[in-house]
């Protein structure tokens, strides 16, 4: 049996990402633009479906929504570990929004793709500013203070249902923004983290089994996304920094966790470089990708990627701690002339510290929660 | 320049009352838009609004303008005399991205951020430009050399005792519409002492060249020392 061909990655050009529309645009209510068997009638296209259904549940407060909008087993990954049912997703969305009221999400971009006949994936870039007006389990009462933190959340969706997501955040930048320390809020994690079963950690170290076993795939022939994949494995796989990076614009633009924010080959070279440095025994392997038209002739690719090693060399995460580490994020890049102008990379370093102290199972014996 | 379309003027409407902060402006702003100004960098329209609602700006009568398919570059000057450069990405009509190249707000606050160690030259024969005209297709290849001499006379304009060996201009944006480009850059100025400080700055160059290349006319705006963010340590 073979795999499903997925649609060609720029199928339904006039599908627009949210990038560069106004709010006005966005809202606007279409009729049907692709077909979308199995969707409620109110989305034009897939990314309607997903910034319309976002604004729903998180701006208009109908968080019953995701009944409709997440299967019942759905799965979210997230680098803290996985939580399963839609119930968990009403949920944390009704706890977020009591603490954090006002939360705007807004889209920076939709990268999709249908990997089958009437199954989609979408790669969204949110940008979202809220205020804690309520309580927050990880940062106290009512304080006032704003957040804006990035998240990529990757959804496969099927008949108007998310099925499974993975869902990354900057949470050490939020962390910060909160005016709380990120390794504190994470030794705290941890600490709890060693307390009880940890079965429940088992998630992590197979992830890892999964990322040190990895055969890559590739992308079709001609799909925007083969170029930065083998980048990103020029750079981490075979260590080839300089030659990754001449592939890539003398002006891009780099955006990653935690604040890091610089122009240049040298800069993107310094991310890639800093994360790899502190993992010895490093397997990356890309988990997903995607792509689809911007305007202005740019291109947007999604690569959806995991990484694992053990942390043995010191740098920003602190003294070498001897853990396994797993490291899950989403690069989002922006193609100019077939060249990467743009990386904004988002994982969750908090996610990462909480291992380096100890949690999420990483103090057990080879890393294991089993 | 070329400022007399009713679309160039439009936009140039827009992007007036953004600078002012008007709130309830019906300017129709990306809801995306990142604006880097003022040693602030906003994202998203409300914030922007809010931005220059605390630190209005007003366009003279008479800013000088160029305008490209998807780019509107401004440089004007201040009552107060300072000449201020401000670059726009705009996406079918809308403004979708814009930078000042101007004074910095006495409330300018970069956001902390993990330190990253970066070599921005990859070799020993350094230049002061970053870029590479590939990159920038809407720019006329004839006009690539005054890119890079604009970049250099940032750099230079720049009176801080920056290390002139490590500093840099990287072309962030450029292109060109008839005899005029413009280009914007992001400097990153190393000092000369020890330690060995770097802050960053932007700047913005509209320039008109001759049928030959050679630089006829320039105008150049470079902002204030950006505030350098806070390192993060774990």
Partial sequence: ?370 | MNTNTDHVQRLLVELAALLRGLPGSAAPLANTLRVQAMGHETFGRTDALDLFARHPLALSDTPHVLAGPGALAVIDVTPEGRTVGIYADVVEGVLARVWMAGPVAVDAVTEAAVPVASDDFLTQQRTVCAGDPQDHPRLAALAWPQVRASAAEALHSVRDPAAASSSQAVVARAFSSGDAFAALYTLRLQSASTPRHAHRRWALAVCRIGADGALLHRLLAVSGPWPVPVSVFF
Avoid at chain 1, 4 to 31: E, K, M, Y
Avoid at chain 1, 240 to 258: C, D, H, K, M
């Fill in chain 1, 1 to 370: 049996m073979t795999a499903p061909t997925p649609a060609p990655w720029n199928q339904h050009p006039h599908v627009r990402s949210p990038a560069g529309r106004t709010i006005a645009d966005l809202l606007l209510l279409r009729s049907r633009q692709q077909p979308l068997d199995g969707f409620d009638a109110v989305y034009s296209d897939f990314v309607d479906y997903i910034v319309r259904c976002t604004h729903r549940i998180w701006e208009e407060k109908d968080i019953g929504l995701c009944r409709t909008h997440y299967a019942d087993d759905v799965v979210m990954h997230t680098l803290a570990g996985p939580s399963r049912g839609c119930e968990a997703v009403v949920q944390g969305t009704l706890g977020a929004l009591a603490a954090y009221a006002d939360r705007q999400v807004v889209a920076e971009d939709v990268i999709w793709s249908e990997d089958a006949p009437g199954l989609f994936y979408s790669s969204h870039r949110i940008t979202s500013r809220s205020t804690l007006e309520g309580s927050d389990a990880l940062y106290g009462a009512a304080s006032g203070a704003a957040q804006m933190a990035t998240t990529v959340a990757d959804c496969l969706v099927r008949d108007n249902r998310i099925v499974e997501e993975w869902l990354y955040r900057d949470n050490a930048r939020a962390a910060l923004q909160m005016q709380h320390a990120p390794r504190a809020v994470a030794l705290a994690q941890a600490e709890a983290d060693c307390l009880g079963d940890s079965t429940r950690h088992a998630w992590r170290q197979q992830w890892m089994d999964r990322v040190r076993g990895a055969v890559q795939a590739w992308p079709e022939a001609g799909h925007p996304a083969e170029g930065p994949m083998r980048l990103l494995h020029a750079a981490w796989v075979d260590d080839l920094y300089g030659q990754a990076a001449a592939a890539v614009s003398a002006s891009i633009e780099v955006r990653w966790p935690t604040g890091r924010t610089g122009w240049g080959r040298g800069y993107w070279i310094g991310c890639l470089v800093q994360l790899r440095a502190q993992l010895h025994d490093f397997h990356f392997t890309v988990e997903h990708w995607a792509a689809r038209p911007l305007p202005n002739d740019e291109v947007a690719v999604a690569l959806r990627w995991a990484a694992c090693g053990v942390h043995a060399s010191l740098g920003a995460w602190g003294a070498a701690s001897g853990r396994h580490i797993l490291v899950a994020g989403s690069s989002h890049y922006v193609l100019r002339q077939g060249r990467i102008v743009r990386d904004q990379t988002v994982f969750d370093e908090l996610a990462v510290l909480r291992q380096v102290l100890g949690g999420l199972g990483a103090n057990l014996p080879a890393g294991g929660g089993q």
